[in-house]
């Protein structure tokens, strides 16, 4: 008899390979910020779920509906019970996947967002990247092997069809739990070869790995990280234009993933 580990890993893969045979039904868009958020809701007209299942007292959002052939939720893990802000960075973001994934059973995972990013990677105000890898660059373990792990280089699920079809650019996203930037905070982001920045993403992508959900990454550029302006001054500035744009491609994003398999994307 094949130990309890193995079988449970082959029925997740058995799982994984029925889902790839079926159009795409159900996907969870984590986004972290109100102002991103709304766009998309008012686009496709998701409705607040009040009965959700998530734990009493947790300030999470989830909003849902129908478009075409599929149903969107939309997840914003809320305000800060404390201080009233958007409960952005890692903790809140993988809280939220790991709570949303095991109440959603979704298809495919979006995390959209905006992002700093670097003008020498040839970014620039209001483009949108279709992210290809993600990895930290605040979790600086040296001890061998643990600092891979602190890295956590993750290749993002591949969408060859769907990047060519919406022709956007791509780029690999480093995140950490701070908007700034530390000249530790330089280093590895240089060492992750990062076009993008975030606070979220590879706390998406970590936890979406554990659970076997495949994920994609779309971040709309508010900020030059290597640009003159000071970042929280120029991503205020950016923001609302920023997030129309970011809501124009999830919508694409989503015209193009209805009717298909996870192949096919």
């Known amino acids: 008899m094949a130990p309890h580990r193995e ?32 766009p998309v809701v008012n ?3 998701l409705i607040e779920n009040p009965h959700s299942s998530f734990p ?28 009233g802000v958007d409960s952005v960075g890692t903790i809140s973001a993988s809280l939220v996947t790991y709570a949303s994934i095991q109440a959603l059973q979704p298809d495919l995972i979006i995390n959209a967002g905006t ?16 992210v290809s890898h ?21 290749q993002t699920y591949s969408t060859p069809n769907l990047l060519k079809a919406l022709n956007l650019k791509t780029g690999k996203l480093s995140t950490g739990d701070s908007l700034d930037m530390s000249p530790h905070d330089e280093a590895s982001i240089a060492a992750n070869d990062a076009t993008v920045k975030d606070m979220e993403g590879a706390a998406v992508a970590y936890v979406a ?7 994609i990454f779309v971040k709309a550029v508010t900020d030059i990280v290597d640009g003159e302006k000071p970042t929280a001054e120029e991503f205020l500035q950016n923001l609302a234009a920023v997030t129309a744009t970011l809501e124009e491609v999830v919508t694409q994003v989503i015209d193009f993933i209805s009717g298909k398999c996870l192949p096919e994307l």
């Open 7 to 38: 079988g449970s890993e082959a029925s997740v893969e058995a799982m994984v390979a029925q889902v790839e045979k079926h159009p795409i039904s159900t996907i969870l868009i984590i986004i972290a910020m109100q102002t991103e958020a709304l």
């Open 43 to 45: 686009k496709f007209q």
């Open 56 to 83: 009493k007292g947790v300030p999470w959002i989830h909003y849902h509906g129908a478009y075409k052939d599929i149903t969107i939720n939309l997840i914003w893990p809320g305000k800060d019970l404390t201080f």
């Open 115 to 130: 992002a700093g990013g670097f003008k020498e990677k040839g970014a620039a105000i209001g483009d949108v990247f279709l």
């Open 134 to 154: 993600v990895a930290f660059h605040d979790r600086r373990i040296p001890i061998p092997v643990f600092d891979l792990y602190g890295v956590g280089l993750r």
């Open 209 to 215: 790995e554990l659970l076997k959900v495949p994920a």
